[in-house]
């Protein structure tokens, strides 16, 4: 059966070089043209969560398996009895400014990344370290029982849920109004997916610190 991947292979690069690259439908510059078709300033942005949103679903599910490996692959081993954190009253000061002006980031990426550089990875990226300085200058039980308490595990799912339904519906071609270009309220479902996706990266990321200070001690 070798042969027939030999063949496959030849067939596929032959293609490529018979095949010329295909002329661009739009006279515009690459960036003017994202940037008209998805309504926000952040060309970047526009490409991550429209033109290459099927792209992104797939990349917000492979977080979500890999926060799922993290559990499964520490299922049995033994919790930690002791977790080394920051005990020096400077250390913990100056990490929960950090953690502080790292939400703030985080909010500010995750609302307005479709206007300025950012968006919901940046975001989630921000919140989870904000989450991660906050954890290693706190209780390992106080960290489980907020999480809990605000029933983060259900967040996260739901986000991933409403995330990819309302994907689902982009991709069908059902869009809402993209609004003026550089409002805040722009750019359609797009600002939407930001904050989803802030949330899901956020909560995904608290969870593997909770699982890694609870089997592993550290983070």
Request: hydrophobic share 55%; with cysteine; glycine share 10%.
């Amino acid at each position: 059966m070798n042969w027939v991947y030999i063949v496959a292979g030849i067939a596929l690069f032959l293609k490529v070089l018979a095949v010329p690259n295909p002329n661009l439908v739009s006279s515009l510059p690459i960036v003017e043209a994202i940037v008209k078709d998805t309504g926000i300033p952040n060309a970047v942005t526009g490409i991550i969560l429209m033109n290459r949103l099927y792209d992104t679903i797939f990349e917000v599910v492979v977080f979500t398996i890999a926060i799922m490996g993290c559990y499964y692959l520490m299922a049995n081993e033994k919790t930690q009895s002791q977790v080394y954190q920051f005990t020096d009253e400077p250390s913990i000061i100056l990490a929960r400014l950090g953690a502080t002006i790292s939400a703030l980031v985080g909010i500010e990426l995750a609302i307005r990344g479709h206007l300025s550089p950012g968006g919901g990875f940046a975001a989630g990226v921000a919140l989870g370290t904000a989450i991660g300085l906050v954890a290693i200058t706190s209780s390992p039980e106080w960290m489980q029982a907020i999480y809990q308490r605000w029933k983060a595990a259900t967040l996260e799912k739901i986000s991933v849920l409403v995330f990819v339904v309302l994907s689902a519906i982009t991709l069908i071609g059902i869009e809402l109004p993209h609004g003026q270009l550089g409002d805040l309220f722009s750019g359609g479902i797009i600002p939407i997916l930001n904050i989803l996706v802030a949330v899901k990266v956020a909560l995904g990321s608290w969870a593997a610190v909770l699982v890694f200070i609870r089997y592993r001690g550290l983070l």
